[in-house]
């Protein structure tokens, strides 16, 4: 599947697993683990991944706007349909969960105490930034299939909106904005978002259409008369 959590309680929590991994060969467990994963972990992780201009995570954080729930996501496990797992194994279920703690405060009516409406409040908040994370990846769901060949910098470009390290949000930005005027346009993305563009330059461009094994698409162009012999003396 390619895809942890930062939800405590999930059975695929990255925090437990880490934990355990830790507590299995012996290293003494930080008590701020969770923590570091939340704040540190992705600034950490990119630079260790990052040589000269390329730049290739490959551990994703996909965010919501409070950065209180992150789904990570594994590229080199990346697939069409891990969209669709993010939301139907994760996102959704959480959403029910937040929603039935919610729907219990409510139903308790005027017995509700201050700490019962704080936290009624808090489940609100976070049920309206889940809602925005599901309906933004069911937005790209449909479109986003990823091609390893692509390398990390132009498969994640388009989920820019959902990364929360500015730094690496604008790289992906700027990515995102390059295929769009064309720039990358020998990326599979380009071709899975803008194939009739890709196509018509493969009419005339035979490595961009060996790329995208279009061949049969390339016009090769008419081959120029050669000048005789007569011609090229009769200039000197």
């Not at 260790?48 to 950065?67: C, E, F, G, N, V």
């Not at 017995?111 to 809602?131: I, S």
């Not at 390398?151 to 992906?172: D, Y």
């Amino acid at each position: 599947m390619g895809v942890l959590v930062d939800d405590q309680g999930h059975l695929h929590d990255l925090t437990r697993l880490v934990e355990d991994v830790l507590a299995r060969v012996e290293v003494t467990v930080p008590n701020a683990v969770r923590r570091w994963l939340q704040r540190d972990f992705f600034a950490f992780h990119l630079q260790r991944h990052s040589k000269s201009r390329r730049k290739a995570p490959l551990y994703w954080p996909l965010t919501t706007t409070s950065a209180n729930y992150t789904l990570w996501v594994y590229y080199p496990a990346l697939t069409s349909q891990t969209l669709y797992s993010a939301i139907n194994d994760f996102v959704e279920p959480k959403l029910r969960q937040v929603d039935d703690e919610a729907t219990a405060l409510r139903n308790k009516g005027p017995n509700r105490t201050g700490d019962d409406e704080k936290r009624l409040e808090a489940l609100q908040a976070f049920e309206l930034e889940l809602v925005e994370l599901r309906d933004t990846l069911l937005k790209l769901a449909p479109t986003y299939k990823p091609h390893h060949d692509d390398g990390v910098q132009i498969s994640a470009a388009p989920l820019w909106p959902l990364f929360r390290h500015k730094p690496w949000q604008k790289v992906l930005k700027d990515t995102w904005g390059k295929l769009e005027k064309g720039d990358y346009d020998w990326a599979h993305l380009a071709m899975n978002y803008w194939p009739e563009r890709v196509r018509e330059k493969c009419k005339t461009d035979k490595s961009l259409a060996i790329a995208h094994d279009a061949e049969n698409l390339y016009v090769e162009p008419d081959a120029k008369p050669k000048e005789s012999r007569s011609a090229k003396g009769a200039g000197t």
